[in-house]
């Protein structure tokens, strides 16, 4: 019987045991709704603030500057369309990097539809944006910049103090999309001095479909979803008071000992990428070896598609994943990798195996075992491999 290894960790978590622990009275007796005055509903709404406090408690923010939102692609939305309709009296030019998430950059795209004017910064061979190339790029139309604060494909971490202190230089606001950091590095919203922060409670052992925005008190910014008064009258809609309890329980975990915890991680990665690179030849590790994410392997493997590398690793009983939007139809290889400056054909083959707390070294042994098999074989049916 083949193992079962899940190295998708960046792609979602499974729900840690005690976060479910914590869910579960909200998904059962304690079902009143949180705006209701009579004390059946006094659980689910002391439910709401305790999370606040955890998320705030977790970021070094104020829990009123807390707002829980159904997703980080909803939190990211928010922060891009709320701060560009709020401000666009002072202008109308917003800065992003060309290696965001689709949840920023299509929120963009839609901007650039109602008149707004995007730059989209580049970033060098390991992803990281040039601060001068921000300096550059502001202009007196400048109102936001969003920059992701850990790329979720390669996983490298950008230098999010350096740029949000250039935006403030300039009195334009900063937002980043913090989704793949919290709980895998330090994020610290006083520390990055950033004016809105994105994150979501799936990716750190939380549940999915509950997120959170940070926005600093003060921060002009419109609201996004229209309705009650829910969430100070700033987000409408009756919270999910299970999903925003494990949030808070998540974020507490994921952030307790973290520096151990990154330490394992990186060790565990590091065997990895050393493996990989040894015993398989023409591959590359895509991304930052020094400012990254713990957890993060990205390779490319020349000659070969990244989807057919993970069918055979599913059969294996390896769950990873590629570049590649294979899911969306698509066959176009990963903007991300794309504006890292990899040749499209080198592109197609990439993997990305992203490692969390539940991965042990026989896990990553085990990859190491299968993987140079699976690659040579698909290179013998590969007509694009020399001397085939
Ligand atoms: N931003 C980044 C960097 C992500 O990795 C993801 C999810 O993969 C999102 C945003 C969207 O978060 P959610 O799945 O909670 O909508």
């Keep these: 019987m083949n193992r079962f290894v899940y190295l998708d960790n960046s792609a979602t978590t499974p729900v840690k045991p005690e976060v479910l622990e914590v869910m579960l009275p909200y998904l059962k007796d304690e079902y009143g709704n949180p705006s209701s005055i009579y004390k059946k509903a006094a659980a689910s709404s002391a439910a709401v603030s305790k999370a606040r406090e955890q998320v705030a408690a977790a970021l070094g923010a104020e829990s009123n500057e807390i707002f829980f939102t159904a997703c980080g692609t909803e939190a990211d939305n928010w922060a891009i369309k709320?701060?560009?309709f709020a401000n666009q009296q002072k202008g109308k030019h917003i800065i992003s990097s060309q290696i965001e998430h689709h949840a920023v950059l299509h929120s963009l795209e839609y901007l650039e539809k109602q008149g707004f004017s995007v730059t989209y910064l580049p970033v060098d061979k390991e992803?990281?944006?040039n601060p001068e190339d921000l300096k550059n790029a502001i202009t007196d139309e400048t109102i936001l910049v969003t920059i992701m604060m850990a790329n979720n494909e390669v996983g490298t971490i950008e230098p999010i103090a350096e740029l949000a202190k250039i935006a403030h230089e300039k009195k334009v606001l900063f937002h980043t999309d913090a989704v793949q950091a919290v709980g895998s590095v330090p994020v610290d919203v006083k520390a990055l001095?950033?004016?809105?922060?994105?994150?979501s409670a799936h990716k750190f052992g939380g549940p999915k479909g509950v997120g959170a925005l940070y926005i600093k008190k003060g921060t002009k910014i419109d609201t996004f979803m229209h309705g009650g008064a829910q969430e100070r009258n700033r987000?409408?809609?009756?919270?999910?008071?299970?999903?925003?309890a494990g949030l808070g329980e998540a974020i507490t975990l994921a952030t307790k000992n973290l520096p151990d915890k990154i330490k394992r991680l990186e060790t565990l990665r590091n065997k990895l990428?050393?493996?990989?690179?040894?015993?398989i030849p023409d591959s590359h590790v895509n991304g930052s070896l020094t400012d990254r994410l713990p957890g993060n392997a990205n390779f490319c493997f020349r000659y070969i598609e990244g989807e057919a590398l993970l069918l055979r690793l599913d059969a294996k009983g390896v769950a990873a994943s590629s570049g590649s939007?294979?899911?969306s139809g698509s066959l176009d290889p990963s903007h991300v990798l794309l504006a890292l400056g990899l040749p499209h054909e080198v592109a197609h083959g990439s993997l990305r195996l992203s490692i969390g707390e539940q991965n042990t070294e026989e896990d990553i042994d085990y990859v190491l075992e299968i993987l140079p098999g699976i690659v040579q074989i698909l290179r013998m049916m590969s007509p694009l491999f020399p001397g085939n």
Excluded: P, Q, W
């Excluded at 990428?273 to 015993?279: E, P, R, Y």
């Design 325 to 327: 939007a294979c899911t």
């Design 273 to 279: 990428i050393d493996g990989v690179l040894k015993t």
């Design 193 to 199: 001095d950033v004016d809105m922060l994105s994150l």
């Design 82 to 84: 709320g701060a560009a």
């Design 235 to 244: 987000r409408a809609g009756t919270e999910n008071v299970a999903g925003i």
């Design 127 to 129: 992803g990281r944006v």
